[in-house]
């Protein structure tokens, strides 16, 4: 696989996690969902931190705004390396497979940032109304722009028996993250890797049958 075909592929995630997300944010208001199945629903809500919506003010003793910072730097900085990563890979000719997933990686990484670095310029917040693409009253400043996330799959929604210890009574709910495309696309990649580890860093050596490598050959024969 070479660099025109990752571009492409790449390309085409962003097309379609960015078209997805001003879609979202155009039309709906925060919080706001439509039921496409029973166990697939639209749902429009904003990670303003990590996977799974963790923040490092959870964790470190720093402001939301400082840890939206330096969540934003870290992700910028995660991007170079998965580039450099993707070019090392494709310039090697590394199997296809690899490629491919490093691809999903990097783009999903780019689509997010996109987010984190630019959203918080271009559009107003989305609380009890439509946000307003290119707008004069910008919610936030650069990098610390707002995720917007829409996938929700509750494949299980119920309620625990009864006659369950601790847990009876109370709602279950299976599967609970919501996420976008850009996620989609770095889980895939990784899935790729761990699934598919051995074809995606096994090395083939491949033996071309030229004349050269023959004679090379016929003459150790010969020796031996």
């Known amino acids: 696989m070479n660099l025109k075909k990752s ?23 925060l919080g706001e969902s439509v039921d496409v199945f029973s166990w697939f629903k639209i749902l ?6 990590a996977a799974w919506g963790a923040k490092l003010s959870d964790i470190l003793p720093i402001s939301d705004a400082i840890g939206k910072l330096v969540l934003t730097i870290f992700r910028l900085f995660a991007i170079v390396g ?18 491919i997933a490093v ?21 107003d917040d989305s609380y009890n109304q439509v946000a307003t693409l290119f707008t004069d009253e910008p919610y936030g400043e650069p990098f610390y722009g707002k995720v917007v996330d ?3 799959f509750p494949l299980i929604d119920t309620t625990w028996p009864d006659w369950v210890p601790f847990l009876g009574g109370s709602n279950f709910r299976f599967f609970e993250p919501v996420f976008n495309i850009a996620d989609t696309a770095i889980s895939t990649g990784v899935g790729i ?14 033996i ?15 020796k031996e």
């Not at 030229?210 to 010969?222: D, I």
Request: hydrophobic share 50%.
């Open 150 to 152: 829409m996938l929700y």
């Open 193 to 206: 890797l761990l699934v598919f580890n051995k074809k995606a860093f096994g090395k083939e050596e491949e």
């Open 208 to 222: 071309t049958d030229t004349p050269e490598v023959s004679e090379k050959n016929n003459q150790e024969s010969l």
């Open 82 to 99: 998965i580039g450099y990563w993707l070019f090392d890979v494709v310039k090697k000719q590394s199997s296809k497979t690899l490629i």
């Open 7 to 29: 571009i492409f592929l790449i390309l085409l995630i962003l097309l379609i996690d960015q078209w997805s997300k001003i879609y979202i944010k155009t039309h709906f208001v």
């Open 44 to 49: 429009f809500i904003e990670n303003e931190g």
């Open 103 to 123: 691809s999903l990686i990097f783009a999903g990484a780019l689509g997010n940032i996109l987010d984190s670095v630019f959203y918080g310029l271009i559009f």
